[in-house]
Structures are given as C-alpha cells and as structure tokens.
C-alpha cells in the first residue's frame, strides 16, 4: 500500500470508530481521527510521508465523509483545479517563488484542500491566511494545516465582513456561489445589487482585490457562466476599474457533475502603477486531462502568451 493509502485507512478506521460509538457523522469522525493523531507525540507513519501524501490521504477521507452526509456548503476543490491553479501561480509569480515566501490568501477556504495543493507545491515559499464560515470545516483545515506543517493562520468569519488581514502578493480561492443572504453587509459593497439579493461571488471578487497588494494577482474559480447574468455588467465595469484581467481558462466539462456546475479560472492583476495590462487576455481552454497531446498544446499556448505579454 502507499504511503496515503495507508493514513487514509487509519483515519477510515478511527473515524468509523468514532461514528459507531458516539453517533457521530464519518466527517465529525474524520476531525476526532485528526485530533487523535496530533495529540499522539509520536506518529511514524506521518513522519515518514511527504505533505501531499497526508494531504490527499486527509481529502479522501473528508471525501468519503462529505458524500455521506451532503450539505450543500460542503465542497472540496479536487486536486485537478488545485493543481491546475498552482501551475498558474507559478506561471506569475516565477521570480518571487525562486526567493520566497509569497503571501496567499484563500477567503473561502473550506478544507483547506485547494490552498494546501497549492502550498505543498511550493514547499516553504508561502505563507497564508485563510477565512471560512463554517466550523467544522475550518477545523478539519487547522488540523491538516499543522499536520502537513504548512503555515496557515485561519479566521473562522464570514469573510464579507470586516477582515483583519493585510494585503497579499496573491489571493487563490474556490468561490462560493450564490446570494450573499447579510443585506445590511452587501450594501458596503460597491458590488451590492440594485435591486434583490447580492451575488456572493461578486462581493468575493471585491473583497478579495481590497485585500491584495497593488501589482498582486488573484485566481479565482468561477461559475462558468459568471459573466452572462444581468449583474455580471457592473462586474465587468469594477473588474476594468480596479484590476486587468490576465485570463480566463475554461475547463474541461468532464471534470463536473453537471452542466450547472461548470467551472473556469479567472486570473486578474490588481492595477499598479509601475506595470501595464497584457497586450490581450489569455483566453483558453483547458482540454480533456486524458489527451496529453492536446495538454501539451494548450501549455504551450499559455507559454507563448507569457511571452508575448
Ligand atoms: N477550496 C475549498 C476546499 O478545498 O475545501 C472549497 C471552497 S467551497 C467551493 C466554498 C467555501 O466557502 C465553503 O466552504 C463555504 O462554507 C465557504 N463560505 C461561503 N460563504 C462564506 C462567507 N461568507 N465567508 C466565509 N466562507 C464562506
């Protein structure tokens, strides 16, 4: 068995433990099967792994535990988008990595599986904040943070108010989609809706380019179709304003459930006055994963863009 396999079923094991015993869910299991390795003092299996093994080994049990009770906020981002993300930090942040560190913030941070993939590739040249609004979650991401030694400081918060965080060289985030329900909230925000609720993705992106240096990029996975609905025009207009869009790459559909559910990446750069906007955006797409000539193709593409810019 490998190295993840083999965290992944002594996690199984105790979690199942705990939901038999204590009438539990596997995923509240999953955070006492964490809580149970860090108070061991020593732990060779975890000593002996890489990061990323304990990573995935911890994202698939939260995997398993997430399918079996579904709530709807309850989401992961997989490692295909994580990865895919940081092959694009690296892409813009090429000389700031080979000196370190960078500083990341992910506001809706969940598991903390998205910003973890991408720290792991970047071993010791990050540095990060991280935000969520629900409990469980930012726990089960505090116990994989210190488990894979990344350092992380987390805010359990709604990320739409008032955060104390200073500006960041890059925000990476799986933005979470739908209506912001705090109205008293959405009104301080340039964003907020004329008329009914506000988008939360929307007032993300907002909050996301307050809290980012000026020259600082931002990556976002966005609903597919962000920029056909009837708000996404001020979007656009705020987006011209404060940043310039760098790309926007579309991925493959094979990755999701349904057509509803479709992601892309957006990348922007926070305006500066020492630099200028890329002579056109990076728009792409990413192709089935399985194709590796057509990978090949659409890495190059980016390559040449890069160049060109
Ligand atoms: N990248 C995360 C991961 O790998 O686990 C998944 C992010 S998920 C698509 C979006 C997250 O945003 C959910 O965990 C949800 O609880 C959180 N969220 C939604 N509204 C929020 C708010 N107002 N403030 C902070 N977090 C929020």
Redesign the pocket.
Known sequence: MEKFEQIFSLLNEKAEKYEKAEGISFLDGVLQALEDVLDEKEQPLFQDSTKDDIRKAIQIAILKGMRKTSQP?????PDTL?LLVGYFVEQFFEEQLKTGPISLL??????????L?VMNLFDGKTSATG????EL?IRL?ADSAELTEQPIVLYH????QKMLVDPVDAVI?????GY?PNEEVALEYELCAHEGMSY?HHL?IEQSIKHTKEGGYLFF?IPANMFESEQSKDLHKYLKKTTWIQAVIQLPENLFSAKAHEKSILILQKQTKSERAPREVLLAKVPNMSNKEALAMFFEKVQMWKESK
Request: overall charge negative; proline content about 6%.
């Open positions: 906020n309850h989401q992961m981002t994580g992910d506001p809706a941070v969940g598991t903390g599986n998205l910003l993939t935000i969520e609004v629900d979650l991401a918060q709604d990320a739409l985030c799986d933005l979470p989609v912001y939360a993300f996975l």
